[in-house]
């Protein structure tokens, strides 16, 4: 069965950090591509990051950039999320996803920052 199940939200406070995990099942986390978005109350869901299939190119959202690291474990076949630094308007939902056919998600985990 193909499925994203994410794991590691939390509440922090601001500047400390927390690791998401998505556990993939029924493929390979390096054989398509993968990432992050998130959906903050009452916002469009946005783009965080993204690893591709082939070279493992990582991409960041303008926001994010320098505070969070997308990376894969082929071992775990797990993708993940390492967010430092977090910032109170990191505060949202987040969604892992492949580019899988058609695209699928996890069921999102709650991240909240505040002091």
């Known amino acids: 069965q193909v499925q994203l199940v994410e794991s590691g939200g939390g509440s922090v406070s601001p500047g400390r950090s927390l690791r998401l995990s998505c556990a993939v099942s029924?493929?390979?986390?390096?054989?398509?591509?993968m990432g992050w978005y998130r959906q903050a109350p009452g916002q469009e869901r946005e783009l965080v990051a993204r690893?591709?299939?082939?070279?493992?190119?990582?991409t960041y959202a303008d926001s994010v950039k320098g505070r969070f690291t997308i990376s894969r474990d082929n071992a775990k076949n797990t993708l993940f999320l390492q967010m430092n630094s977090l910032k109170p308007e990191d505060t949202a939902v987040y969604y892992c996803y492949a580019e899988y056919s058609p695209r699928i998600w996890g069921q999102g985990t709650l991240v909240t920052v505040s002091s």
């Open positions: 690893v591709t299939v082939f070279e493992g190119m990582t």
């Open positions: 029924g493929f390979a986390v390096t054989s398509y591509t």
